[in-house]
């Protein structure tokens, strides 16, 4: 079995100010990790993903996140927010299976002010 | 390249009508999926499939039916309309592999059911 809890429905910064998004997963074997964006009235595209390889993974748009094993944990960061990355965000996971599928946290909503 | 494509994207239901959602990808994917995604409840798996003439069954896959009779093709279908089905339905796909691999998502397909 396999979940993800994010916690916090809402985050909000400063434009310029550190972006810090909590992901702790639960999971019976080694997972992959997902972070997904979703902008207003669109689907979900994803920002990065881990699979095993650099503990630290870098996405798209400045973010990045790091594997702790030990916290099982993987927390989304970006040293400074614009006002663009107002979304919400997805932490979701899965198995080493090829059958598996994805989990998805129920989101955290990012909201930017100037 | 037109990724995964959904329609309509928008539509309004009478409780007990039918409809069918539909959902194409010119990726050459294996693997479709179909989520429901409610406020607050991040994204829930309905269906899924593993390829043309296999699917099965998701977290929340009661009220729908799908069938897979091409690789490029995964409707989804409503046959008894409730209240408890308004939702915004995002279908995604992915290539064949160990489960680390992206899923692209569709822009979703709004319902509302009364």
């Known amino acids: 079995a396999q979940s993800v809890t994010q916690l916090g429905s809402h985050v909000s910064v400063s434009e310029g100010a550190l972006v810090l998004l909590r992901c702790n997963y639960s999971?019976?074997?080694?997972?992959?990790l997902f972070w997904y964006v979703q902008y207003p009235n669109q689907g979900l595209q994803l920002l990065l993903k881990?699979?095993?390889?650099?503990?630290l993974v870098k996405g798209i748009n400045g973010f990045e996140a790091e594997f702790k094993k030990s916290e099982t944990s993987f927390h989304l960061t970006k040293p400074s927010a614009h006002m663009s990355d107002a979304a919400e965000y997805f932490c979701a996971v899965t198995m080493n299976s090829g059958y598996s599928t994805l989990t998805f946290g129920k989101g955290t909503m990012l909201l930017v002010s100037p | 390249n037109a990724g995964v494509t959904q329609t309509p994207k928008f539509r309004i239901l009478k409780i007990g009508q039918s409809m069918t959602l539909q959902c194409t990808q010119d990726m050459n994917h294996n693997y479709m999926y179909w989520y429901r995604q409610d406020p607050g409840m991040g994204l829930k798996l309905i269906y899924y499939?593993?390829?043309?003439?296999?699917?099965d069954k998701g977290e929340v896959p009661n009220g729908y039916n799908v069938s897979r009779s091409t690789t490029e093709d995964f409707p989804l279908r409503l046959e008894l309309a409730a209240p408890s089905q308004t939702s915004v339905y995002f279908c995604?796909?992915?290539?064949?592999?160990?489960?680390?691999?992206?899923?692209?998502f569709g822009p979703g397909t709004r319902l509302l059911v009364l």
């Open positions: 881990y699979t095993s390889a650099a503990t």
């Open positions: 999971s019976s074997v080694p997972p992959y």
């Open positions: 995604a796909s992915r290539s064949i592999g160990t489960g680390g691999e992206t899923q692209y």
């Open positions: 499939s593993v390829g043309a003439g296999i699917t």
